[in-house]
T-cell receptor
Framework: EDKVVQSPLSLVVHEGDTVTLNCSYE??????LLWYKQEKKAPTFLFML????IEKKSGRLSSILDKKELSSILNITATQTGDSAIYLC????????????FGKGTLLTVNP | KAGVTQTPRYLIKTRGQQVTLSCSPI?????VSWYQQTPGQGLQFLFE???????NKGNFPGRFSGRQFSNSRSEMNVSTLELGDSALYLC????????????FGPGTRLTVL
């Protein structure tokens, strides 16, 4: 059975801190790893990673995949209160059929 | 482009009833997936439809079913509701190709009393 584990489960930081969120996976026939941000609504897409070692960046957020270690990290620099959310990691496995296995998420709270 | 829409947004039902949830994907998207989100279990995959065919299914009982119409809109049905079915039901759409991304709708919050 496919498995995705995120750590930590929750994190409280102060504005301006840098955070690193972790995601590890065990899946058959890995295709891609995705990061989503969820506030009090639908998850919004952040990154999709397919190749090991290539960093994806968007503003203060960046992510990288390590296929050898079966893991990924999501970095957020200079955190702001608006970064407070649940960050979800999902792994797509299988062939053309679309199945995402999600981790339980990391709840990030950024205090002013 | 309009995003994924789901109706209704909130629903209250009692045990034993059945419920139908609707999802309209982003225009041009042919794949629709459904997920159940609960505080204890997180996001769990229910099933995926592509071109009116169920392409993949998660580990949920047969009380959970779905279908997709020719315009790619999808419905999910839950029969004989149980208290444990209370959850946020999320629908996500994608082009349905090998390396594309799923985009989520706002969800339907179902409460079973």
């Amino acid at each position: 059975e496919d498995k995705v584990v995120q750590s930590p489960l929750s994190l409280v930081v102060h504005e301006g801190d840098t955070v690193t969120l972790n995601c590890s996976y065990e899946v058959t026939n890995f295709r891609s790893l995705l990061w989503y941000k969820q506030e009090k609504k639908a998850p919004t897409f952040l990154f999709m990673l397919t190749s090991s070692g290539i960093e994806k960046k968007s503003g203060r957020l960046s992510s990288i995949l390590d296929k050898k270690e079966l893991s990924s990290i999501l970095n957020i620099t200079a955190t702001q209160t608006g970064d407070s959310a649940i960050y979800l990691c999902a792994v797509r496995s299988g062939g053309s059929n679309y199945k995402l296995t999600f981790g339980k998420g990391t709840l990030l709270t950024v205090n002013p | 482009k309009a995003g994924v829409t789901q109706t209704p947004r909130y629903l209250i039902k009692t045990r034993g009833q059945q419920v139908t949830l609707s999802c309209s994907p982003i225009s041009g998207h042919r794949s629709v997936s459904w997920y159940q989100q609960t505080p204890g279990q997180g996001l769990q995959f229910l099933f995926e439809y592509f071109s009116e065919t169920q392409r993949n299914k998660g580990n949920f009982p047969g009380r959970f079913s779905g279908r997709q119409f020719s315009n790619s809109r999808s419905e999910m049905n839950v029969s004989t509701l149980e208290l444990g079915d209370s959850a946020l039901y999320l629908c996500a759409s994608s082009l349905g190709q090998e390396a594309d991304t799923q985009y989520f709708g706002p969800g339907t919050r179902l409460t079973v009393l």
